[in-house]
């Protein structure tokens, strides 16, 4: 079993839907927690990062988290079809290294 | 101003020889890393290194060996190329090696072929 387990897509939703993207992990050693947006081609880039439990809010962007169930959430809103991209949950432990431990990427596809 | 960046960007060699992939950052940080993103896109961590130290080194063979002449740089060269070390190589860098806040800047990747 893979630390941490995301469901690869892909996931195809029209302009303007909100879309859920989730990861689940296994160590609840976890303390931060990232999502990464991957366009084709490209390196990834931060989106939010969020510690321990709780929700973010970035524009239309919304991080949960939920360490009793060890389930991450990222939600966007009212999407674009300049979001298409593969979206990476990324974590990590609080002490030692900043060693980041990936999902898989789900794809997502928002169509016109 | 490119943050991170990799020369070269695509690298298509033949098996058994012997390539090298640089990474320089120009953000003042501390720490570099490099991973690897195979065909399914899964990205895991290979090395890390902190002021020229090596601070992270993740299950990988030997034919693989990090080298960083200074904190701004980080090389990586690979020895004997198989045909299972295709995939992209993404360099990052952070401004320490942990801590609260601490996120990763990546870089645009060399996509590395071997035939």
């Known amino acids: 079993q893979k630390e941490v387990e995301q469901d690869p897509g892909p996931l195809s939703v029209p302009e303007g839907a909100i879309v859920s993207l989730n990861c689940t992990y296994s160590?609840?050693?976890?303390?931060?927690f990232m999502w990464y947006r991957q366009y084709s081609r490209k390196g990834p880039e931060l989106l939010m990062y969020t510690y321990s439990s709780g929700n973010k809010e970035d524009g239309r962007f919304t991080a949960q988290v939920d360490k009793s169930s060890k389930y991450i959430s990222l939600f966007i809103r009212d999407s674009q079809p300049s979001d298409s991209a593969t979206y990476l949950c990324?974590?990590?432990?609080?002490?030692?290294?900043?060693?980041?431990?990936f999902g898989a990427g789900t794809r997502l596809a928002v169509h016109p | 101003d490119t943050a991170v960046s990799q020369t070269p960007k695509y690298l298509v060699t033949q098996m058994g020889n012997d390539k090298s992939i640089k990474c320089e950052q120009n953000l003042g940080h501390d720490t570099m890393y490099w991973y690897k993103q195979d065909s399914k896109k899964f990205l895991k961590i290979m090395f890390s290194y902190n002021n020229k130290e090596l601070i992270i080194n993740e299950t990988v063979p030997n034919r693989f060996s990090p080298k960083s002449p200074d904190k701004a740089h980080l090389n990586l060269h690979i020895n004997s190329l198989e045909l299972g070390d295709s995939a992209v190589y993404f360099c990052a860098s952070s401004q320490v090696s942990g801590g609260a806040g601490n996120e990763q800047f990546f870089g645009p990747g060399t996509r590395l072929t071997v035939l």
């Open positions: 160590n609840s050693a976890f303390q931060y």
């Open positions: 990324a974590m990590r432990f609080s002490g030692g290294y900043n060693k980041l431990i």
